[in-house]
């Protein structure tokens, strides 16, 4: 329990960690539901979004095509992503590194401190982020870890780009001097 309690781990353990669960999603995907896909987190936004368009237009997600061929339902991603925020919502206030805070201050320093200003910018990124990531044909963690534990060319050239993309982009947005 003491390890739990710790403001920040070993990145050696939690690389190991990390390893186990790639070998257990795998054996878990393959062998006990027999899929084809690994860990990966992009589709669940996408069937997220449809979940909640069909409260408002259930017509329209019944016959659009891409929900038909990505099926709008809970599954074992959702619960994955779920568990990703649970986990570092938990973690963050059993490390006692959790504080509530709207406008960070790298943002505050280079935009102000308007909440609603950050809310739209973050928005906008996930948006942006979201797109590429189905346009890549997976998220960063799909790419990351599941392709790159495959040895899969795409996925070390997407990873590549993913972070080239992210460094240029925090580069443009925040100057060179950004910590």
Not at 150 to 173: H, K
Request: glycine share 14%; with cysteine.
């Amino acid at each position: 329990m003491s390890l739990l309690r710790k403001a920040s781990w070993s990145p050696y353990v939690a690389g190991a960690l990390v390893g186990i669960l790639a070998v257990l999603s795998v054996v878990v995907t393959t062998v006990v539901l027999d899929k084809g896909k690994y860990l990966g987190a992009s589709t669940t936004f996408v069937r997220a979004s449809g979940l909640i368009e069909q409260v408002v237009a259930p017509q329209h997600v019944a016959e659009n095509a891409y929900f038909q061929s990505k099926k709008v339902k809970v599954d074992w991603q959702m619960l994955f992503v779920i568990g990703i925020f649970a986990g570092a919502l938990v973690s963050s206030r059993l490390g006692g590194s959790a504080k509530h805070e709207t406008v960070p201050p790298i943002w505050r320093e280079r935009f102000g401190d308007s909440a609603l200003k950050r809310g739209v910018g973050s928005f906008i990124g996930g948006a942006i982020l979201l797109f590429g990531a189905r346009m890549a044909g997976g998220c960063p963690s799909g790419h990351g870890m599941s392709g790159n534990m495959q040895l899969s060319v795409s996925s070390l050239l997407a990873l590549v780009f993913f972070m080239v993309g992210g460094i240029l982009t925090a580069r443009l947005i925040y100057g060179k001097g950004g910590q």
